[in-house]
Structure formats: C-alpha cells, structure tokens
T-cell receptor
Framework: KQEVTQIPAALSVPEGENLVLNCSFTDSAIYNLQWFRQDPGKGLTSLLLIQSSQREQTSGRLNASLDKSSGRSTLYIAASQPGDSATYLCAGLGNPGGGADGLTFGKGTHLIIQP | EPEVTQTPSHQVTQMGQEVILRCVPISNHLYFYWYRQILGQKVEFLVSFYNNEISEKSEIFDDQFSVERPDGSNFTLKIRSTKLEDSAMYFC????????????FGNGTRLTVT
C-alpha cells in the first residue's frame, strides 16, 4: 500500500527566498504525482502533474521533480511571495487498473512566507 | 475559469440521519471523485465514477455510502445513516481525462455529525 510522507510539516521563510518542499513515497510503481495547494477553508488547487515517464514539470515560479527510483518528489518555489502561504500537498497515483484510481495524499507542508 | 461547485458549504446533522452532498463538476469532465479529510488528517480517497458507474472505491466507502449522477450536471454523495466519525470535510473532484489529467477540486462540504 502506497504511503506518502512530506517533510517538513511546517516551514516559515522570509519573502524572496527560494525553497524546496519534499515528498517521499514508498511504492516506486507510481503512475503519476500531483502537487496541490490548499488554502484555509478552501479546496485543493492542482499546481503540477508529473507523469511517471517525466522527470519534472514547470509552471511559472514552480518546478516539481519526480525520481521514482528513490521514491522522491520535490516542489521548488522560486522567489517566494506572501501569497504563496498555504498548505502544499503531494499526492501519488498507483498503478491504474490495479485497483488504484484514488490518489494517496501526504499530510502536507504548511508554508508561511513572511513579508 | 470553470470550477467544481459543492453545496452546501456546511451541513450539520444528527447521528443516524441521511445526508446528501451535492457537486456540480466541470461541464466537459467525464471522471468524478469524492474525497474526504477528517480534521487534522490526510485527504483520503472515497470513490471514483465514470460512465455512470463506480470505477473504484476505497475501504472507507462501505454500504452506508452511495453516489449518483442524477442528471447531466450533478454528482451526489449520500450517507445513509451518519455516524460521529463521518464528520469531515468532503471534497468533490473531476477530471477531463481521468488518470492522465489533473484533478479539479471543489471547496468542500464540512459535515458535522452530532
């Protein structure tokens, strides 16, 4: 059964810094991995989706990587802004057709960007 | 930008009562999902739905739960006889191409069972 762990649980950095959020998963037979952002009282917003055949995806100041062999994904945020403050969730999808339609989520990293 | 909408935003019910949570997925999406998040815990998969039938369900999705797409726009989650431990935030999600495309989540319905 896939387990997803995110480190650190919380992070506070000054505005303008580059930062890295980490995600690890136990089953390397991962089909794809998504990073989400969750604001208080809101739903989840998909940030980046990396298919198993890809190594990374970029969107604006965000870059996500996937290393299946080591069971790791990272989310890199460049030039952080106060508006980036949120909880960031990593979620992996297991092997489709093998009874694994659902995403397995980590507990998230609560990020605070200090103005 | 199109979005997934969920109603109500907050539902309070007594233990043993039936509740129906409603969702309107993005109009051109074909794959629909329910997830839940108990306070302070991880988001958990409940069920996926495609072509008017359940594709997959988790261990959480027992006989107390059911889903339905009653018309071309709504997608509902019914809990027949609510328990205290059903208290959670319930998220509906949809995607255009299932496993190959990002999931779009609604803002959730906070269910409180007293």
């Amino acid at each position: 059964k896939q387990e997803v762990t995110q480190i650190p649980a919380a992070l506070s950095v000054p505005e303008g810094e580059n930062l890295v959020l980490n995600c690890s998963f136990t089953d390397s037979a991962i089909y794809n991995l998504q990073w989400f952002r969750q604001d208080p009282g809101k739903g989840l917003t998909s940030l980046l989706l990396i298919q198993s055949s890809q190594r990374e995806q970029t969107s604006g100041r965000l870059n996500a990587s996937l290393d299946k062999s080591s069971g790791r994904s990272t989310l890199y945020i460049a030039a952080s802004q106060p508006g980036d403050s949120a909880t960031y969730l990593c979620a992996g999808l297991g092997n489709p057709g093998g009874g694994a339609d659902g995403l397995t989520f980590g507990k998230g990293t609560h990020l605070i960007i200090q103005p | 930008e199109p979005e997934v909408t969920q109603t109500p935003s907050h539902q309070v019910t007594q233990m043993g009562q039936e509740v129906i949570l409603r969702c309107v997925p993005i109009s051109n999406h074909l794959y629909f999902y329910w997830y839940r998040q108990i306070l302070g815990q991880k988001v958990e998969f409940l069920v996926s739905f495609y072509n008017n039938e359940i594709s997959e369900k988790s261990e959480i999705f027992d006989d107390q739960f059911s889903v339905e797409r009653p018309d071309g726009s709504n997608f509902t989650l019914k809990i027949r006889s609510t328990k205290l431990e059903d208290s959670a935030m319930y998220f509906c999600a949809s995607s255009e191409q299932g496993l190959y495309s990002p999931l779009h989540f609604g803002n959730g319905t906070r269910l409180t069972v007293t």
